[in-house]
DNA sequence: GAGTGGTCTAGACCACCCC
DNA sequence: GGGTGGTCTAGACCACTCA
């Protein structure tokens, strides 16, 4: 691990041990690099993930300050696939409905950058959160980067398993929102009546080099909505 | 401006002029060093910014790429108050229905942290897209930092007059998302059918001391919302 | 193994906040 | 004007990719 990924998961750690609130002032930069044993752009690059995460805001002149939200219940729509940090007071379950290896339909294609004769592993779930529906979960992984997956994988995190048991690095995604209505089917699966609203959140996930290797289409309960961002404006 | 901004800058034109798409190479490093003339750490920062805004993407050992969605019409949910960016190909107008001084509600009072018995600027203003009803907006300022909006402000860009008349700086904000369904009131204002589906985004704007100033609830008209969030997943 | 991006340092100087 | 964060440099060394 990186020093400046150490520091800032112990600065991190510090201020939820502490419980320290919206606006509590963080020691200054000197004071950091002393205690971490560090020269100042290090530290400097610690804040900065920190900065990027919501976790803090720097004031010049002033300080580096606690940022922290109000709401609770809210998930957050950046920590991707993060249901279980969001609702860890709450109790996140999946069930499997369809996983098998098949070829991709024209959009997942287009998605993953691949061929409609190429493989890729499809999986359709529905998670429920604390009894009730959550969403309608339908993946399109690329086989030829996820060579093998199997229910057991599927029903615990996807992702870990992506990152610890097959090493590979996931690097950034696009994400596309849409609001409609329930058509029939995914009124069933959610248990809700055809025609009432949804969300619907298509994302493309990439490795670090660039390369796509799942496409989901996850289909909101309305009523277990409550997305959460923290924005940064400073860019321009 | 700081050199790594405009440097910043001169590369995401150049992108653009060049109409270079997803995984196109830039110059290596070095080239860029020799081109700018300037040190390998602000080069660095300047593609760290433009990794932020999803320009580009930086892969180890291998090189820079331009990093590009496909899709379009889609408006970025992140570059905040930004229609008129990203919407650019599109009319996009404002009608405004109400804007007065007056006390908050219990709601706004509470996320603009200030006391109900302080004055906040309310507008309540509907916006068009090639004259279909986008959104509903009701913002509520904080008047002690706000201190002056009259009408021709408010159908412009409140944002641009904040930044540039006031010379404050905007830091961060919190949004909220939630779907439901439309009130006969925001029916009547979007054109559309009590009952259909809505995307309601809360937003609480800071300046970057962290001091929350504009608190706004925008409902959208669900047939125009295709929202767009390009997310960085290397946070640990 | 050559090429390329990432980390880290030490230090100078600048810009902003607040008393 | 003292305190504090931000920018920028030059250079050493490290880690990953790809042929």
Redesign the interface.
């Known amino acids: 691990m990186l020093k400046y990924?150490q520091i800032?998961?112990e600065i991190e750690k510090h201020i939820e041990e502490n419980e320290l609130q919206?606006?509590d002032k963080l020691p200054v930069l000197e004071t950091l690099m002393a205690q971490f044993n560090v020269s100042k752009?290090t530290i400097t690059k610690s804040l900065d993930?920190l900065e990027?995460?919501?976790v803090v805001?720097q004031?010049?002149g002033?300080g580096i300050?606690v940022?922290r939200?109000?709401?609770r219940g809210?998930v957050s729509?950046?920590?991707?696939q993060g249901f279980k940090k969001d609702l860890k007071d709450f109790h996140v379950t999946s069930k499997v409905i369809e996983m098998d290896v098949r070829k991709p339909t024209q959009e997942a294609a287009?998605n993953l950058n691949i061929g409609l004769h190429d493989d890729v592993y499809f999986i359709k779930r529905v998670r429920y959160v604390n009894g009730q529906t959550l969403c309608l979960e339908e993946s399109f992984y690329n086989k030829s980067i996820i060579t093998y997956l199997n229910n057991e994988i599927v029903s615990e995190s996807i992702f870990h398993y992506i990152k610890e048991a097959l090493g590979l690095k996931?690097?950034?995604?696009?994400?596309?929102?849409?609001?409609?209505?329930l058509n029939q089917e995914e009124a069933a699966y959610l248990g809700l009546k055809e025609g009432?609203?949804?969300?619907t959140v298509e994302t493309i996930?990439?490795l670090?080099?660039?390369q796509p290797f799942d496409f989901s289409k996850v289909t909101?309960n309305?009523e277990q909505?409550?997305?959460?961002?923290?924005?940064?404006?400073?860019?321009?």
């Open positions: 990924q800032a998961l919206q606006g752009s993930l990027k995460k919501g805001f004031v010049r002033s300050f940022r939200h109000k709401r809210y729509l950046l920590s991707n287009d996931v690097g950034f995604s696009d994400m596309y929102l849409h609001v409609d209505k009432a609203p949804k969300l996930f990439h670090t080099n660039g909101y309305y909505s409550q997305f959460f961002i923290q924005a940064n404006n400073e860019l321009l």
